[in-house]
């Protein structure tokens, strides 16, 4: 069994849901190299988050980031406001869907189902990018 971790950037975004599979396996090629093993994406922020979703409509993305906003709105009455409207809804959209994802990898690839994809929520209406830290063990082919 071997292990690799990897710091990897996605490029910033305004707010919404981003299918970003392609993005982070281009960043991660060690993948291909594993038989068997599992994967651990962890982004190192607090108003955004990740996600396994619909891969193919893109509509799914924009009702995605629709839902969230009915569900934690800018409109309730937060105290912490020193970075904007958008900060504390950030923080509990975050805490709800959540920074963390673990993948199977099964003969170089994640083991997804044929219609799943990493998507990154971003939660604040200006990013400058978030960092994911990718963890793998597995054995080598």
Excluded at 18 to 33: A, F, G, S, T, W
Excluded at 97 to 123: A, D, F, K, M
């Amino acid at each position: 069994m071997s292990w690799f971790q990897q710091e990897i950037r996605l490029r910033a975004r305004s707010k919404g849901c981003y299918l970003v599979h392609n993005e982070i396996i281009e960043q991660v090629p060690q993948i291909k190299n594993i038989k068997i093993g599992m994967a651990n994406f962890f982004l190192q922020h607090t108003s955004a988050s990740l996600m396994i979703n619909e891969n193919c409509d893109p509509d799914v993305r924009e009702d995605m980031d629709m839902g969230l906003d009915k569900i934690v709105p800018e409109t309730f009455p937060y105290i912490h406001t020193d970075e904007g409207p958008d900060d504390m809804p950030g923080h509990l959209k975050s805490g709800i869907v959540g920074v963390s994802l673990n993948i199977p990898i099964t003969n170089g690839r994640l083991n997804l189902g044929t219609w799943q994809g990493i998507y990154l929520c971003e939660h604040r209406i200006h990013s400058s990018g978030r960092k994911v830290v990718v963890t793998i063990q597995g054995q080598a082919k």
